[in-house]
T-cell receptor
Framework: QKEVEQNSGPLSVPEGAIASLNCTYS??????FFWYRQYSGKSPELIMF????GDKEDGRFTAQLNKASQYVSLLIRDSQPSDSATYLCAVIPSGGGGNKLTFGTGTQLKVEL | GAGVSQSPRYKVAKRGQDVALRCDPISGHVSLFWYQQALGQGPEFLTYFQNEAQLDKSGLPSDRFFAERPEGSVSTLKIQRTQQEDSAVYLC????????????FGPGTRLLVL
């Protein structure tokens, strides 16, 4: 089992729709969760981080965390073509792994006109 | 500086050559990380520095990989006797204090070993 799992996609949504990106993680003690966006050929850029159960909203983006289910998601409202990118879920695991981000393989999002 | 910078941006090496990749973190950032990203994969952790101390090198794939940060700012990742499987994008990231803080990534060095 991978430490962080994401559906690789591509996930295609029409412009203006809500895109829902999902991620599960295996380390139950993980405390910090991040969503990065990566355009093709570019480096990852931070979209949001979340530490507590529940929802966290920032503009068109909402991160949702459910530690009991070991599940974190990212919702993008009013999706735009410029949102087309790969979205990486990253976790800082507990214990000795606390020095590093552990990434999923990313979900490719395509927002279609 | 304004962000994390890396050089060179692209590097082509013949198998067996040594390469050195440079990272300039954001000014004042204590923590520095190296990641390796293969095509179609997420970044994978290689090593972590806090100031000049290398606190975690558990992700370095072999003893051909070596990283240093002698003065606690600029870091160099060295790969000796490069192999084709070393071809990847090498990303450097820095954070203000510790590893639990947000990590900001540089543009990466794309290494191709022929």
């Amino acid at each position: 089992q991978k430490e962080v799992e994401q559906n690789s996609g591509p996930l295609s949504v029409p412009e203006g729709a809500i895109a829902s990106l999902n991620c599960t993680y295996s380390d139950r003690g993980s405390q910090s969760f991040f969503w990065y966006r990566q355009y093709s050929g570019k480096s990852p850029e931070l979209i949001m981080f979340i530490y507590s159960n529940g929802d966290k909203e920032d503009g068109r983006f909402t991160a949702q965390l459910n530690k009991a289910s070991q599940y974190v998601s990212l919702l993008i409202r009013d999706s735009q073509p410029s949102d087309s990118a790969t979205y990486l879920c990253a976790v800082i695991p507990s214990g000795g792994g606390g020095n590093k981000l552990t990434f999923g393989t990313g979900t490719q999002l395509k927002v279609e006109l | 500086g304004a962000g994390v910078s890396q050089s060179p941006r692209y590097k082509v090496a013949k198998r067996g050559q040594d390469v050195a990749l440079r990272c300039d973190p954001i000014s004042g950032h204590v923590s520095l990380f190296w990641y390796q990203q293969a095509l179609g994969q997420g970044p994978e952790f290689l090593t972590y520095f806090q100031n000049e101390a290398q606190l975690d090198k558990s992700g370095l794939p072999s003893d051909r990989f070596f990283a240093e940060r002698p003065e606690g700012s600029v870091s160099t990742l060295k790969i000796q006797r490069t192999q084709q499987e070393d071809s990847a994008v090498y990303l450097c990231a820095s954070s203000l204090v510790g590893p639990l803080e947000t990590q900001y990534f540089g543009p990466g060095t794309r290494l191709l070993v022929l």
